[in-house]
């Protein structure tokens, strides 16, 4: 009797792809994080490596990644560059959202199509979230619009805003009308608002919107402006994973460097320290890595139970991020204070997980809302 073998399996090494772009990038992240300025040859290395596409399944022409292969690159990239990695993990969560909805019998070839071809695609959710904002106007075949978006992570460098409006004169009232327009669009413009505490170099400017005309063809979805969507659900397990997990590539640089700099002490505080923030970086860890696994490669249930639990772990995540970084510099100590350490950088930037949707405030009564049996939204 003979048998046939089947053809072995090669996976591909994603964390090794965000590695070798990350070495790259290195080098210029302090000067960036003292000017402000992306870095816009990091994106035509990510698009080079693969990595922009590499959620895309294999079969519309990406990487067929699994979520938490995506994770895992988005994380290695924030230990060597937290602004690439944040605003990078906002195009990724783009592609996770369609990735899912593809998993559940929707079309998605359009975007799958676009991303694979090279487009990097910059996300307004945060700004537009439930009842989204700007001015529609119904004319001959679409709309005119007038917005403006921010954040947008990656403006700069990107090639598709996907975005909503807000379309007040509707027959039946108020929607939300999602598209996805070219920003290179005549009528759309970058202004540089963008100077924060932390990830300064993340690009996440305001996209302004004068007069744009969206035709009805790019119009992917209406929905009432003010009534919770579904679709937010799905939004919520798809990115905030991959938005938390930019962030522990932060902490997990912050305690390498951290313990680097303590070896060899022997002072009982410093255990003690260490020992403290190692337990916050632990939860931190094993709390991201549950909300990879509770997505199941992007097919989980479009719950508000789950996004209630995802935007609880991500609350919970966010805080003991910024603890492990406090303790990081609490252990080193004053050296940990000084501008001429990264911890100091590290700090700074670890406070940007928290404003992602949701915040703490928000966050809290959106999941006591729906614990008690009623709409997430209030």
């Not at 009797?1 to 080098?27: C, E, I, N, Q």
């Not at 590499?54 to 022409?61: I, R, T």
Request: aromatic letters at 6%; a negative charge.
């Amino acid at each position: 009797m003979t048998t046939t073998a089947a053809h072995p399996h090669t996976a591909t090494d994603w964390v090794a792809r965000a590695r070798s772009v990350g070495d790259v990038l290195r080098p210029e992240v302090a000067d960036r994080d003292r000017t402000g300025e992306i870095n816009a040859a990091a994106f035509d290395q990510l698009r080079t490596s693969g990595l922009t596409a590499a959620l895309v399944p294999a079969e519309f022409g990406g990487g067929g990644a699994t979520h938490a292969e995506m994770g895992a690159a988005i994380r290695e990239l924030g230990r060597h560059d937290a602004s690439t990695a944040v605003a990078f993990a906002m195009h990724a969560h783009l592609v996770a959202t369609q990735v899912w909805r593809h998993n559940n019998g929707q079309d998605a070839t359009a975007l799958f199509g676009k991303v694979a071809a090279g487009a990097i695609l910059v996300s307004t959710g945060a700004s537009d979230w439930v009842g989204s904002n700007g001015r529609a106007v119904r004319v001959d075949g679409g709309y005119r619009v007038h917005a403006r978006k921010a954040p947008a992570s990656g403006c700069e460098v990107g090639t598709v805003l996907v975005t909503s409006f807000r379309w007040d004169d509707a027959p039946g009232g108020a929607q939300a009308l999602h598209c996805a327009i070219p920003l290179s669009a005549p009528g759309v413009r970058i202004e540089k608002t963008w100077d924060t505490l932390g990830l300064r170099a993340s690009g996440s400017h305001t996209v302004v919107l004068e007069d744009v005309f969206v035709p009805d063809a790019a119009i992917s979805m209406a929905r009432p402006a003010d009534v919770w969507p579904p679709l937010l659900n799905v939004v919520i397990g798809a990115a905030l994973p991959l938005v938390m997990a930019a962030y522990l590539g932060i902490a997990d640089t912050a305690v390498e460097l951290a313990t680097r700099l303590v070896h060899g002490r022997t002072d009982a505080h410093v255990y003690q320290l260490a020992g403290e923030m190692m337990n916050s970086y632990i939860t931190a860890t094993d709390i991201i890595e549950a909300m990879f696994d509770g997505s199941e490669n992007l097919r989980f249930a479009n719950t508000d139970d789950y996004a209630a639990r995802t935007l609880s772990r991500k609350t919970v995540a966010a805080d003991k991020l910024i603890e492990t970084v406090r303790l990081a510099i609490e252990t080193v100590g004053g050296a940990g204070y000084s501008r001429t350490c990264a911890l100091e950088m590290h700090y700074r930037d670890i406070h940007g997980g928290q404003f992602h949707p949701l915040p703490r405030a928000k966050q809290l009564q959106f999941t006591g809302r729906v614990v008690l049996g009623r709409s997430p939204l209030g």
